[in-house]
């Protein structure tokens, strides 16, 4: 099977999804993986999707052409890179190997200020830390708006408590609170 990442952004409304998922299930594709969410009134999503081999990003974006001009839908579609083996290691030392890693939770929240991403994710990279999942919201009222951050983590194993550390001083300097939690593997 090939696979491809999709991508599309728009003015959020109800029937994106189903118009999208609809377009590609017509065709036979599946949808191997997906994230999708609302940014201040706009709808983002990002598939990863499976074809049968031979399959071009052009035919997919053709089927949904449709769709994404009906819904007024920025979208793309890219080729992705086969599946590394397990254990692999990929662009560090470190590898991805799971017996390696541990899952964590990072919460930051505070004032919202330029920075606060850049400087934080900066330390997770710098201690061999891969963020799984992120999502920032800000919440409250304009005047005085809170800056929330969450964070899947896959850490490597035994340095989690250097590695919080480390993101509770970052964050201090910051004038945002950061806690690091383990985190739980999803249950079925």
């Known amino acids: 099977m090939a696979r491809f990442a999709l991508s599309a952004l728009g ?3 109800p029937g994106i999804v189903a118009a999208l998922s ?14 999708m969410t609302v940014l201040q009134g706009h709808f ?7 074809a049968p081999d031979g399959t071009s990003a052009a035919e997919l974006e053709a089927a949904l052409e449709v769709p994404a001009g009906e819904l007024d ?5 890219r080729p992705l890179a086969e599946l590394p083996e397990r254990g692999t290691q990929v662009g560090s030392s470190l590898g991805n190997d799971p017996e390696e890693r541990e899952p964590w939770v990072l919460s930051v929240h505070g004032a919202d200020r330029p920075g606060i991403v850049h400087a934080i994710t900066s330390v997770l990279a710098g201690e061999g830390a891969n963020i799984v999942d992120l999502s920032t919201h800000l919440v409250g009222d304009d005047l005085a708006p809170l800056y929330t951050m969450h964070m899947a983590l896959s850490v490597p194993r035994g340095s989690s408590r250097l590695l919080a550390a ?8 910051l004038g ?11 249950l079925l």
């Open 11 to 13: 003015v959020d409304r």
């Open 22 to 35: 609809g377009a590609l299930a017509s065709k036979g594709l599946n949808l191997a993986d997906s994230t």
């Open 44 to 50: 983002a999503v990002l598939l990863v999707i499976e």
């Open 73 to 77: 839908l920025v979208l793309s579609v």
């Open 166 to 173: 480390r993101v509770i001083e970052v964050g201090a300097s």
């Open 176 to 186: 945002v609170h950061c806690q690091m939690n383990p985190g739980d593997s999803d």
